[in-house]
């Protein structure tokens, strides 16, 4: 019983069910029907958006050949730069080696005059000092046995009083100041520049020979445009859409006038099943109050005459339960076989085959749905049944949200590929842009006067001077002997002698040394302007040293190097210019190469992507007939069908059970005790009692008993 409650329960789910989602269908569709109006109304606008995105291609390209200069002239000035820039810098930095040297000459030059004033009056002062001191010590006196020696070691080391740094023996540098001042009459650094305004003009030369060609490259642009808009507006996408379009309308008119009439006949069929249901309860409730009014009213020990009404009530709603279950039994073994008939070969042969998609490819069977049509669907849409286009393919493309022309092989009808062949737009704008003839050749890096300046330099003498003796010279000390000290000795020695007018003049002497000490030699060796002219000397000395060194040698590279870079930028260029103008060349034609391309795939992948296609297939069968529908039905005559199962045990158990419960009119007899079946059990189960226990007169039963 619990079963067959469920199971009525099922069916009663279920047919409700079937009905909400029928009612609620309608929304469904025409929410399909939306996507589908949006899907057709949107497509040509994509298309639209296509053409229109190729002005952003023609501005770019036309951007690029506005900026030919920045952009090819640049490529070529970078290309020769690696070149000419090296070389103009080496012609630069020896312009500034000319100004350096020159400026080191004149150093040189009022360095060694100053040093050369300061040594020349203490010379003359220590000639003077000596002088003195030489007659002094060729006296008379000197001559005396006790002092001659003393004397004669003081005339021995009369020569120290001398000067170490000799200036005035360093040969002059005159000459070769006098030359270098010749060649920087010639302002190198300006003629570097000119070169360096000359080759950094470059985009602007470019710009200027190439103005002949944009006009002729505007108007191909021009042209390419009206091809690819042509082309749009001759792809039978338009007309397919089209075609949809009116399909749709009519589908959906179609909708609108029979759907009142599905919601008419699926409330007939919800009704019709509710009745059902309702016998299948009505035999159900009879059962139950059976079982409840015979539970209640069983008396084990009343006989089947005195059986009371409760449980005699019980009894014939079991009676009645099984006089429905007979009478409306066949009514639901009838439902039952056509319902899982209908449901279970709609599953088996619709839903199943279109989850795993062979039911497509039923459908794709060669001849099958027209006898002369291999290819249905392609003679339907395309008027071509030759084409290979099959359910199966344009609904898995559908499923991927591909374009129409993809999914319905519009290549057969219309080939992109073709029409958006590249070549058809880039040659004309190749040859335009090959025939770009870019000349150089005014450029000069450095002119004839520059380079026989760097000549002059190179003769002007400053590698030949004598480095070592000006270093030698300024390492020197300022005099041979330290005064002071010689001053101190002599003055020692005359205190060795006799008191007398020869010590007093020795150590005059001494005092005269110790004054030339103190007033030019401490001077030359402390004072400022002695000290800043031998520092200077020092550094401009070791800077014309560094800088005549291989003198001729260095600047033959620079007017080599730079003879080297006007020869490329005259002769070689071309080469350059030819290269650098290919790239440019694939770089304006990359622009069209990835508009074409990105073209091709919107139209195949993008452009009326017919996924809302696929969802209406996918409402229809999946959703609808098989989730709804068949799904629906296949509940109801589950349920239903096991409450039909489980009526053939109800019967049994209810005939069975009513002999138990109803009242009887009379009751079985048997003549032989002994032959009435449990007694041994006193007989309770077959309606016999002991009269004994019950005080009931048995005029059967006492006959027997006395005849026996």
Sequence with gaps: MIIRSIGVLCAYAANQHLTDQVRGAKHLMYSNFKDLRIFLNDTPGQIDYLVSQYNTTKEKVLSDLNNVGPLLGFRVQEQLGKEVRPALDAALAMAGAIR????????????????????????????????????????????????????????????????????????????????????????????????????????DLVMNQTRNILSDIQNVLESVGSNITSFTKSLPVEKIIADFTMYLSQSEAYVQDYFPVVEQYDFYRWLVCLILCCMVILILVFYYLGLLCGTCGYDRHA?????????????????????????????????????????????????????????????????????????????ILLKNPDINLTFEKVYSDCKENKGIYTSLHLESLFNINEFLNISMYTEEVSLK??????????????????????????????????????????????????????????????DQLPRGALENALKGHANSIRTIHDQQVI??????????????????????????????????????????????????????????????????????????????????????????????????????????????????????GGCSIFLIPAIIFAVKLSKYYRRMDTEDVYDDVETIPMKNMENGNNGYHKEHLYGIHNPVMTSSVEQW
């Design 303 to 379: 006989s089947p005459t005195t059986r009371g009404c409760v449980s005699n009530t019980g009894g014939n709603f079991l009676m009645a339960g099984v006089g429905f279950s007979f009478i409306f039994s066949w009514v639901l073994m009838i439902v039952v076989v056509v319902t899982f008939v209908t449901g279970g070969n709609v599953e088996k042969l619709v839903c199943e085959p279109f989850e795993d998609k062979t039911l497509f490819k039923v459908f794709d069977t060669p001849y099958l749905l027209n006898q002369h049509w291999k290819n249905y669907l392609s003679g």
């Design 100 to 203: 350096e040297t020159k400026e080191a000459l004149e150093n040189v030059s009022v360095s060694v005059e100053v040093l050369q004033e300061g040594t020349e009056r203490l010379h003359a002062n220590l000639t003077d000092v000596k002088a003195h001191l030489s007659n002094t010590l060729n006296d008379s006196a000197c001559s005396a046995p006790q002092v001659a020696s003393t004397c004669n070691m003081i005339r021995n080391s009369l020569h120290q009083l001398n000067i170490n740094a000799n200036y005035s023996g360093l040969p002059s540098v005159n000459l070769q100041l006098a030359k270098v001042n010749d060649v920087l009459k010639i302002d190198l650094s300006s003629l570097v520049q000119k070169g360096y305004t000359a080759f950094n003009d470059t985009p």
């Design 433 to 494: 842009i090959e025939h770009i003839n870019i000349n150089l050749s005014g450029i000069i890096l450095l002119d004839a006067p520059g380079r026989q300046n760097l000549l002059n330099f190179s003769s002007s003498g400053v590698d030949g001077i004598n480095f070592a003796a000006y270093l030698t010279e300024i390492n020197k000390s300022i005099t041979k002997v330290d005064l002071l000290s010689f001053a101190n000795d002599l003055e020692a020695r005359a």
């Design 523 to 640: 001077p030359l060796e402390q004072a400022m302007k002695y000290v800043k002219a031998r520092s200077t000397l020092n550094r401009s000395i070791r800077l014309l040293q560094k800088t005549s060194s291989e003198l001729m040698e260095k600047v033959k590279n620079v007017i080599n190097a730079v003879n080297a870079a006007q020869l490329l930028i005259n002769n070689n260029a071309s080469l350059v210019i030819v290269q650098e103008t290919k790239k440019y060349m694939d770089m304006i034609i990359g622009y069209f190469e990835q508009y074409v391309n990105w073209v091709k795939e919107s139209v195949t992948m993008d452009v009326a992507a017919c996924k809302p296609i696929a969802n209406v297939i996918d409402t229809a069968v999946d959703i609808f007939l098989c989730s709804y529908v068949t799904d629906s039905v296949n509940t109801f005559w589950f349920g239903l």
